[in-house]
């Protein structure tokens, strides 16, 4: 039997996107069948990857050389959904990097409960938006994208804390300010079956957020850290930039993120 940390490392190298969707979907199945039967399965120990496993295409470019299109047009509405299937599958990469890379730290079972959740999820949300492209005739891989997204990984690869201020916490939280404007995008072309797998993203994300804030406030309430102090501090170190509004105010604070938390990080610190 494969210990959790071993089921992570499993899907992180896993290059095809369908195949690392499935893989961590059957991962997380076995584990909750386990938690259903009253067991806490092994954690264990395994060594992920620096990089994740990636399929050939989508070539990988530096986010000022990836091609920008309207979205009012139908390659423009390709092109944001191709961009939203990769953020996902980075994100199906993120939730199990998470558990391998600090199974050292001694955590509650809640805490694997959630992160298995979300990378579950995020497999799902995968495979919705990889539906929509082909349903239009495209696919994941047929255009260029990001090559910056696994970035806030590296930067945090040996601080858990800033791991989980930077990715859930500033990363997805940005989705919920900006996943609403796509829906309407996609509204107005009247591609329903797009705005349905983007208001299941939407819904979903929210709990991502959630789990981060819930385990960050629970790593320094461990520690005796002032959450909010912590929060900025790790922002600034690691998250390369200011935040930027608008923000979805509501959202982040159903996923428990008071405004206190983001709105001092859109200014530049004073200069001594």
């Known amino acids: 039997m494969m210990t959790l940390s071993e089921m992570a490392v499993d ?36 060594s992920p990857p620096d990089f994740p496993a990636r399929p050939d295409k989508p070539e990988l470019l530096s986010p000022r050389d990836v091609p920008r299109r309207r979205p009012g047009t139908d390659a423009g509405r390709i092109a944001l959904l191709h ?26 079972g809640g805490y694997y409960d959630d992160w298995v959740k979300a990378a579950m999820e995020e497999s799902n949300h995968f495979n919705m938006v990889s539906d929509c492209l082909e349903r239009l005739g495209s696919h994941y891989g047929a255009l260029p994208a990001h090559a910056g997204m696994w970035r806030a990984a590296e930067d945090t690869a040996e601080d858990f804390m800033g791991r989980l201020a930077v990715v859930p916490m500033v990363l997805e939280a940005r989705g919920l300010d900006v996943t609403p404007g ?18 299941v993203i939407y819904a979903e994300e929210v709990g991502h957020v959630a789990y981060g804030s819930k385990w960050f406030h629970f790593l320094c309430g461990r520690h005796e850290l002032d959450p909010k102090e912590q929060f900025h501090s790790l922002v600034r170190k690691y998250f390369h930039g200011l935040l930027r509004p608008p923000f979805n105010e509501e959202k982040r604070a159903e996923a428990g993120l008071p405004p206190d938390f983001y709105w001092p990080l859109t200014e530049d610190l004073p200069q001594d």
């Not at 996107?17 to 954690?43: N, V």
């Not at 829906?183 to 591609?191: C, G, P, S, V």
């Open 11 to 46: 899907v992180l190298t896993c290059a095809d996107g369908r195949e690392k969707a499935a893989c961590s979907l059957a991962h997380g199945k076995a584990w909750f069948d386990m938690r259903k039967a009253g067991d806490l399965p092994d954690i264990g120990t395994a």
């Open 182 to 199: 796509m829906i309407e995008i996609f509204r107005k072309a009247k591609d329903d079956e797009s705005v349905a797998a983007l208001e």
């Open 83 to 108: 961009a939203v299937a990769h953020i996902e599958l980075n994100a199906v990469d993120l939730h199990w990097d998470i558990i391998a890379r600090f199974a050292d730290v001694k955590m509650p």
